[in-house]
């Protein structure tokens, strides 16, 4: 099963739940950042090597090959900042439902007792 339909299966009817969903969305967002922000220096080394004008002796590749990379750097600040926003809303959540989460909360009896 792939990791968006881990994330399709959770049911958000629980506090745990939704702490499962947006700690494993966070976990997605930290592996798609990883790989776009390696894909992206590869990328640009990879272009760069190219030769270019023999007179600017290959910086126009170089700065070429910034211009291509950019969307992606982009997108890597972006799945960043996401991932980010995932571990916000539970903070946030805790926040403002926890005297909820707390009054719901049923009492653990004693395993041992003295009787």
Request: net charge neutral.
């Amino acid at each position: 099963m792939g990791r968006i339909e881990d994330l399709d299966a959770i049911d958000l009817d629980s506090s745990e739940a939704l702490a499962l969903y947006l700690k494993k969305l966070n976990r997605l967002y930290k592996d798609l950042t990883m790989e776009v922000g390696y894909s992206a220096e590869e990328i640009l080394e990879n272009l760069s090597s190219i030769p270019g004008h023999s007179l600017a002796f290959g910086l126009d590749s170089r700065a070429r090959a910034k211009h291509v990379v950019s969307p992606l750097v982009k997108a890597r600040e972006a799945s960043e900042f996401a991932g980010q926003q995932a571990v916000k809303a539970n903070a946030m959540f805790r926040r403002y439902f926890a005297e909820e989460m707390e009054r719901n909360r049923k009492p653990v009896k004693p395993k041992f007792s003295f009787g």
